[in-house]
Nanobody, 115 residues
């Protein structure tokens, strides 16, 4: 059973950058599309970026041009480079497959954008 562990969050000022990592164990994720989700307090979890098994990338409008998703199949990992961060990016970030049948959710990593 695949286990996902997210890391790399923190407190950053508006305009700053963070790089999130998602490490998978217990199974291979290279054949799966993978995505980054976020959940702000009082809101539903939303998918903001995803990458196909072939490397195609997709973003929601609110993060396009600022976030970059990538994957390293040799490390069974997925990454999210976040630049030009805004206060509205504040949320807990999770990785998982965007497919209907998902892996167990990890604990997420908190990203707080504030001056």
């Amino acid at each position: 059973q695949v286990q996902l562990v997210e890391s790399g969050g923190g407190l950053v000022q508006p305009g700053g950058s963070l790089r999130l990592s998602c490490a998978a164990s217990g199974g291979i994720i290279s054949v799966n599309a993978m995505g980054w989700y976020r959940q702000a307090p009082g809101e539903q979890r939303e998918l903001v970026a995803w990458i196909t098994s072939g490397g195609g990338t997709y973003y929601v409008a609110s993060v396009k041009g600022r976030f970059t998703i990538s994957r390293d199949n040799t490390k069974n990992a997925v990454y999210l480079q976040m630049n030009s961060l805004k206060p509205e990016d504040t949320a807990v970030y999770y990785c998982n497959t965007p497919a209907a049948i998902k892996f167990a959710w990890g604990q997420g990593t908190q990203v707080t954008v504030s001056s």
